[in-house]
């Protein structure tokens, strides 16, 4: 069994920076790749960044450039470092788990098999 428990979200003005932690346990196969999605008010969920025991990066298009995904396995955790926060970032974001997922799927959350809680971030104007 996996289990996943994330911290860090907060409030902050746009411009801001936020950094959260997912520290997992349990089986390391089942936790082979690690992932931050998010779901806001009335929208779906959506794949946000991702990194996998080889080292791989996924992130997603509007967040390029602002968000950095890394992680510790001496720690067993995951890191979504969040700068230059916008309004539209606002969401409850979640830390999920799963096997060695192909590249192209990273950020799809149906391949992921276990999830975190979810943390809320909330960015204001």
């Known amino acids: 069994q996996v289990q996943l428990v994330e911290s860090g979200g907060g409030s902050v003005q746009t411009g801001g920076s936020l950094r959260l932690s997912c520290v997992g346990s349990?089986?390391?196969?089942?936790?082979?790749?690690m992932g931050w999605f998010r779901q806001a008010p009335g929208k779906e969920r959506e794949g946000v960044a991702t990194?996998?025991?080889?080292?791989?990066?996924r992130v997603r298009d509007s967040v390029k450039g602002r968000f950095t995904v890394s992680q510790d396995n001496a720690k067993n955790t995951q890191f979504l470092q969040m700068n230059s926060l916008k309004p539209e970032d606002t969401a409850i974001y979640y830390c999920?788990?799963?096997?060695?997922?192909?590249?192209?799927?990273?950020?799809?959350?149906?391949?992921?098999?276990?999830w975190g809680q979810g943390t809320k971030v909330t960015v204001t104007s």
């Open positions: 990194i996998c025991n080889d080292g791989t990066t």
């Open positions: 349990g089986s390391a196969n089942s936790r082979y790749c």
């Open positions: 999920a788990a799963g096997p060695d997922i192909p590249w192209w799927s990273r950020l799809l959350g149906k391949f992921y098999k276990y």
